[in-house]
């Protein structure tokens, strides 16, 4: 079951099953559609949260979402995006502060493979890890829309330490 919006970014399609959201994609699909075909109720008031909630992010309305989310991943990378969906709205870690924090302080590169396989970005916000010399990294959508998402936080981080 999946929804679809148009964003800043993009095209935004969300896929869930009854356990939360399991896929993110970002600018790969057309504007505003629904499809629940013959979809459990809860999986369809999760997919209206979840466009409420981005719809909320990209306004600068919402700094933490409240849905469930259910990525498929190895040990790994499950505790990679735990660590990573942890990270406050507005701040930013490095792959190397990632990789201590999981207790792998050699790890980073394979903390930035983790981050290039989170299937929901924004909700795991891949987007607020950079690299170490300031510079941005990698992302998914594109640089472009790494720079968009944190200067977005950025001008809206104030609301969000009340």
Known sequence: MFAEMDSPIGKIRIYACDKGITRVCI??????KI???????CVKTLLERALKELNEYFAGERCDFTIPVNPRG?????????TVRRIPYGETRTYKDIAAEIGRPRAF????NALSRNPVPILI???RVVRSDGKLGGYTASIKVKKYLLELEDKHKEKCKK
């Open 27 to 32: 600018g790969q699909t057309p504007s505003l």
């Open 35 to 41: 499809s629940y075909a013959s979809s459990p109720s």
């Open 74 to 82: 190895t040990g790994f990378e499950l505790k990679v995006w735990n």
């Open 109 to 112: 590169r394979a903390v930035g």
């Open 125 to 127: 916000p891949c987007h």
